[in-house]
């Protein structure tokens, strides 16, 4: 952007209330609203008939109201309308809405909203907008969706985004002779286009435009950085590759070679004249575990602390009894939020006198008055769920640390680039020969239950199981059931099993307590949320069901189908779908037919799309704007493509390497030394 930042206030109609409520969104100036992108479109260019509609589907109809009933005492109330469309009846209902009994009278109406068609029960519709077939005024054309926050309504927002856009002018750091060579359209036009679109190609071509400036700043970002050159190495590691290759020995299986060429990668880097930054990646089961703590042997080894860090209680016990378990001899001590306040007093006054060789924990471990004597290694468990700062802010508890980050979410390797540009990469691509696959099917509705009776059968004969759905709680529109409401209904339908229930909003130590339960056989089947994704290792669980499986994405399924299969029994992974589109058969088809979490992941940018698969999640804040665009992947090899050759041509690129700067700060709002 250019030029001096635009107050929100200059435009017509905001005041200084509305003013707050953008900024709840983030948006504090013209510049940043005209970067609010749309959360997705309402295309209301044609209209549909609604037996034609797949379920779960959102379209635009043309109906008679024939009648409409207010139902006040049902525990949600509804207002239902009895409609026809060319002599097909259906029923259209809006669930706490009182109003509409009131706004809607018999006659011919547009309606707009989303189709429940389920085969033999007829089709509905759940909280559609309308307005009277005459009127037509607003269900026309493609109307942007935005994000909306206190007391801001899409008109509101559509408005200002309106104004702003006459106000600034979005500018590109891409140098004008690669814009022309690379045929780009100018970057104020696509802003255009995203927020006023007249057609779906203009969206398509407005989104990959802007998806393309963010990318290209990024990498412009990690390639000045580099640059600056590593940091030269402080501490001396004196571990000999005798001492390392003992160690190993130690582990009950032997390593494969690609565990062994990552504990060669890390080696050499410990004894290079630079400080290690490495991203250690590896599938499901691939054994990153085991590298991480051959790596942290070389730090204790050579007379230094090490340090590990994990996202969750759970995960840093589990970490923790590894670690007591392959360092019988060392000093070891576990730092979590539930640590009494006595035991984190001992903790930290041992780790500071030097007398703690190793740390476990979560982000307790990160705190300030937590101090180190000789903080040498720090092991970041699940990259994707800490940020640059955190991973910064422990390591800077030792002087010259080296960094060793783990992520068992597999990254495609035309990506790493874009996630961890800033980080050396060792990728662990083989199993251990004992891991055997996991069997996975797609349940369809007349089979289900058949499975639930299967289940509960092999659970009174000692097997384990997960039940997942998305959603702690549910929606109005029924497409979703909560797992609370699963565990009333499978304790209901599996009598005689033992059932717990796990989810993100109990407390800490009630989660600790269900899942070392979980462990220890106390329960045999789990229903849960998506808590369990990651690094939960229950050997005796060989069954994992998953509710709703088309809303997850296929990494993520991948990595629910790995808390099964880590034992020596045959493993299942059974996938329930709530929406059967051609698009959910054809993504869960994948998951079906392949093992490989890399291969599923290549698969997963190319169904979802670069911007769907760049989620916050996995990238942080500095691409959180873009998460709404939907944009081919190849925009980010482009982007790629274009920054090589600014940088090894002849252009003026200051101003680029400025804002590069200032991208990089952004991730995470790291200073940079």
Request: proline share 4%; glycine share 6%.
């Amino acid at each position: 952007m250019q030029g001096v930042r635009v107050k929100l206030t200059e435009l017509k109609y905001i005041s200084e209330k509305r003013e707050k409520d953008f900024n709840k969104l983030g948006i504090f100036s013209c510049e940043e609203l005209v970067r609010l992108y749309p959360r997705d479109y309402l295309d209301l260019t044609h209209i549909s008939l609604i037996t034609e509609a797949e379920h779960n589907t959102q379209i635009l109809i043309s109906c008679e109201v024939m009648s409409v009933e207010f139902n006040r005492y049902s525990r949600r109330p509804f207002v239902r309308a009895l409609c026809q469309q060319k002599g097909c009846i259906f029923s259209a209902v809006w669930f706490n809405q009182p109003y509409v009994a009131q706004k809607l009278k018999p006659g011919e109406y547009l309606f707009y909203g989303r189709v429940q068609n389920r085969y033999g029960m007829g089709a509905s519709m759940v909280n559609p907008s309308f307005e009277p077939a005459s009127s037509n005024k607003n269900l026309k054309g493609i109307i942007p969706v935005y994000p909306l926050a206190g007391s801001l309504t899409q008109k509101v927002v559509r408005d200002a985004v309106r104004q702003a856009l006459t106000k600034v002018t979005p500018s590109t750091m891409i140098p004008e002779p690669l814009r022309k060579k690379f045929e780009l359209v100018p970057l104020s036009e696509s802003y255009r286009r995203i927020h006023a679109p007249q057609s779906q190609a203009d969206i398509t071509k407005a989104s990959a435009r802007i998806a393309l400036e963010e990318y290209f700043l990024l990498i412009s970002a990690f390639r000045v950085i580099k640059g600056y050159g590593d940091r030269v190495r402080i501490n001396n590691y004196s571990v000999t590759e005798g001492e390392v290759t003992s160690f190993i020995s130690s582990f009950p299986f032997t390593f494969t070679a690609g565990q062994l060429a990552a504990v060669r990668d890390i080696f050499d880097n410990l004894h290079s004249p630079s400080q290690m930054n490495r991203l250690l990646q590896g599938d499901v089961g691939s054994g990153k575990t085991a590298v991480a703590l051959t790596a942290m042997f070389m730090a204790v080894q050579s007379g230094y602390q090490a340090a590990m860090i994990a996202p969750t209680e759970v995960l840093a016990r589990q970490s923790f009894a590894l670690i007591e378990r392959y360092f019988p001899a060392r000093r070891c001590a576990l730092l979590v939020g539930s640590t009494s306040a006595a035991e984190k007093r001992a903790i930290k006054s041992a780790l500071k006198r030097g007398e703690t060789d190793i740390v476990c924990g979560t982000h307790a471990v990160i705190q300030k008055d937590v101090e180190f004597c000789r903080l040498a290694l720090v092991v970041c468990d699940e990259q994707q769920r800490f940020g640059v700062a955190q991973r910064a802010s422990l390591a800077d508890k030792g002087e010259g640390c080296d960094v060793l980050i783990m992520s068992a979410t597999p990254i495609p390797r035309t990506l790493s680039l874009i996630f961890y540009g800033d980080l050396d990469i060792t990728t662990i691509k083989d199993k251990p020969a004992a891991r055997q696959e996991i069997s996975t099917s797609v349940i369809p509705a007349g089979r289900y239950a058949d499975m639930i009776a299967y289940i509960a059968r092999r659970a009174k004969e000692g097997t384990q199981a997960y039940f997942v759905c998305p959603k702690i709680e549910g929606d109005d529109e029924g497409t979703a059931m909560s797992v609370t409401e699963l565990y009333e209904e499978l304790s209901a339908k599996m009598s005689g099993v033992r059932l717990a229930l796990l989810h993100g909003k109990m407390k800490e130590k009630d989660k600790n307590e269900v899942m070392r339960a979980f462990k220890a056989h106390e329960y045999d089947c789990l229903v849960s949320t998506t808590v369990i994704e990651v690094g939960v290792d229950v050997p005796n669980a060989t069954i994992m069901v998953i509710y709703n499986a088309e809303r997850f994405g296929l990494s993520q399924l991948h990595q629910l189908r790995g808390r099964v299969g880590r034992g020596a029994e045959k493993s299942y992974c059974f996938l329930l779908m709530g929406s059967d589109t051609p698009e959910a058969r054809e993504r869960l088809a994948v998951i079906k037919n392949n093992t490989d979490g890399f291969k599923i992941a290549e698969a997963d940018l190319e169904l979802r799309g670069g911007g769907d698969f760049m989620g916050t999640r996995q990238s942080g804040r500095v691409l959180s704007e873009i998460k709404n665009l939907k944009f081919p992947a190849s925009v980010i090899f482009t982007a790629k493509a274009i920054s090589d050759e600014a940088f090894s041509g002849n252009y003026p690129i200051s101003a680029l390497r400025a804002a590069a700067l200032e991208k990089y700060k952004q991730l995470e709002d790291v200073v940079l030394n």
